[in-house]
């Protein structure tokens, strides 16, 4: 694998391996890795349509933010250090968890972690306001991709609709998972990292990984009993080959 990327088309090509690979082992991790495909495609696109007021930081930072995924993968398939709370979604790789459970823990490493720190390392010399807009943008394009991927998700997992139903009637923390409350915290977590020195900042982030693969575990098992039960019953309906999931979410 060629780590670090340094473009846009590398950071595809290098996702491309990790579904290929995840593909021939029959392992969870590629149910992330393929929507996160979907996403850095739909951001490349928004670059070059130029719908940010700066496109090519924003290539700067995507590629500086995929990276940090993609180092953590190759160092956890190696036997590597990475943090806590990539390890933490990583490990599942061959549980039994819903498809929705798998997607989540890697959003929950990726975007309430890493996308916090790729960000912030834009604002010495430069106002984090500056960026707020662009990255605030992503949160449209995301939106979009969102409720698309959750079309796509219904068709390989036939009882999504209990999280629907949960989410409306109470407060569990998976049915009421947010992508774009999660981008609202990497931002925050970028606003104050960018205003620390580097023993503060290195703090922080330990902190914040220590939190974030906490939440990781309660997402791979969650309290509630009502919530434990509809996840048993919705994994037992869906498929469990990765290849075909996969598919069925191109389609």
């Known amino acids: 694998m060629a780590i670090p990327a340094k473009s846009i088309d590398e950071v595809l090509s290098e996702l491309d391996i990790i579904i290929e690979n995840t ?3 029959n392992t ?3 149910i992330f890795a393929y929507v996160y495909r979907r ?4 951001i490349k696109q928004a670059i070059l349509e130029k719908q940010f007021e700066d496109n090519e930081r924003m290539q700067v930072m995507d590629v500086a933010f995929a990276n940090l995924y993609l180092t953590a993968y190759q160092n956890y398939m190696h036997n590597q250090d990475c943090s806590a709370s990539w390890k933490t979604a990583f490990s599942a790789k061959h549980d039994k968890l819903t498809i929705i459970q798998h997607l989540m823990l890697g959003m929950n490493a990726h975007i309430n972690m890493d996308l916090g720190i790729a960000a912030s390392t834009f604002s010495p010399g430069l106002s984090m306001a500056v960026l707020k807009n662009d990255f605030m943008k992503v949160n449209q394009i995301l939106n979009n991709l969102t409720n698309e ?3 796509r998700v219904a068709k390989v997992s036939r009882l999504m609709v209990l999280l629907d139903w949960l989410g409306k009637n109470t407060d569990e923390l998976i049915a009421n998972f947010s992508m774009v409350k999660a981008r609202e915290q990497a931002w925050n977590l970028a606003c104050i990292l960018s205003e620390l ?14 939190t974030i693969a906490e939440f990781g575990n309660q997402l791979k098992n969650p309290p509630g009993k009502i919530l434990k039960m509809a996840l048993k019953l919705i994994s037992y309906f869906e498929e469990k080959d990765v290849k075909i999931i996969i598919n069925k979410l191109e389609s």
């Open 149 to 151: 991927m959750q079309d």
């Open 197 to 210: 020195k580097d023993a503060e900042r290195k703090a922080v982030v330990e902190l914040t990984d220590t």
């Open 28 to 30: 969870y991790l590629g």
């Open 39 to 42: 996403t850095t495609a739909q």
């Open 23 to 25: 593909v021939v082992e």
